[in-house]
Nanobody
């Protein structure tokens, strides 16, 4: 089964940082856009950031703008989400998935992984 494996989550204090990694099993990332999504406790899954196949399109939701950075290393077949100045409201399970481009709707993304838990708490 083709899907992503997310890693790097954990418990961090407010103001802290984490780096999430996302690597697919079974296919190469270089032709696809990759999106990071999150699902807070008791809420719907939401888009967080997206990077196009060529890295010329990068998008973040306003709530993470200036704090999160998305980057890809196609040589390592991995996409990263660098999260700085974390806030309690960033607590969620974080997922990545792939689409043809960052204009895709959430239900057009494929190859969802199991996610990685991020908890921001003092």
């Amino acid at each position: 089964q083709v899907q992503f494996v997310e890693s790097g989550g954990g418990l961090v204090q407010p103001g802290g940082s984490l780096r999430l990694s996302c690597a697919p099993s079974g296919f190469a990332l270089d032709s696809y856009a990759v999106g990071w999504f999150r699902q807070p406790p008791g809420k719907y899954r939401e888009g967080v950031s997206c990077i196009s196949s060529s890295s010329d399109t990068i998008r973040h939701v306003p709530s993470v703008e200036g704090r999160f950075t998305i980057a890809r290393d196609d040589a390592k077949n991995t996409v990263y989400l660098h999260m700085n100045n974390l806030k309690p409201e960033d607590t969620a399970v974080y997922f990545c998935a792939t689409a043809l481009n960052c204009d895709a709707a959430q239900d057009e993304f494929r190859s969802w992984g199991q996610g990685t838990q991020v908890t921001v708490s003092s």
